[in-house]
């Protein structure tokens, strides 16, 4: 089997919370670690446990502290977490501060299957090629943000 992500997951929809849930254990390459309704929560957990995932899926638009916030804060305290933006807005603008916040790809909370297979994909690349500038050069030759 191949290796299991250590995922943290940050949405204020109970919805969505448990959709990932179920598809992180049914699909087997997840470990979840941790399951939030905003990111303040997130980030205490992080700041309160050991244990730190290698996968951030941060929502845009939550209570408290919203997904761009968290990324920010996220991005300066545990920059080897890799942190990924999960949306239903439309808006480009709003995705490119996103992205300017510290995630590395938006992804439509239309397809959260998919969402999970790209991540885990390009996660494992990531660490397989083991190049450290490897995802900034990736991003500079193939922009598929919002087109997964």
């Known amino acids: 089997m191949d290796k299991k992500l250590k995922l943290a997951f940050a949405d204020d929809n109970v919805l969505h919370l448990k959709v990932i849930e179920h598809l992180a254990r049914e699909m087997g390459n997840y470990e979840m670690l941790y399951s939030c309704h905003s990111g303040k929560e997130l980030v205490h957990l992080l700041e309160t446990n050991m244990e730190q995932p290698d996968v951030c899926i941060l929502d845009l638009h939550m209570p408290e502290m919203d997904g761009m916030e968290t990324a920010r804060v996220l991005k300066s305290r545990y920059p080897m977490i890799r942190l990924f933006g999960y949306s239903a807005s439309e808006s480009a603008d709003e995705k490119k501060r996103f992205l300017d916040s510290g995630v590395k790809l938006v992804f439509s909370k239309q397809s959260p299957r998919k ?34």
């Open 115 to 148: 969402m999970l297979t790209s991540i885990y994909h390009y996660t494992m690349l990531c660490e397989n090629l083991d190049i450290i500038d490897f995802e900034k050069n990736l991003f500079r030759k193939w922009n598929f943000v919002n087109q997964l």
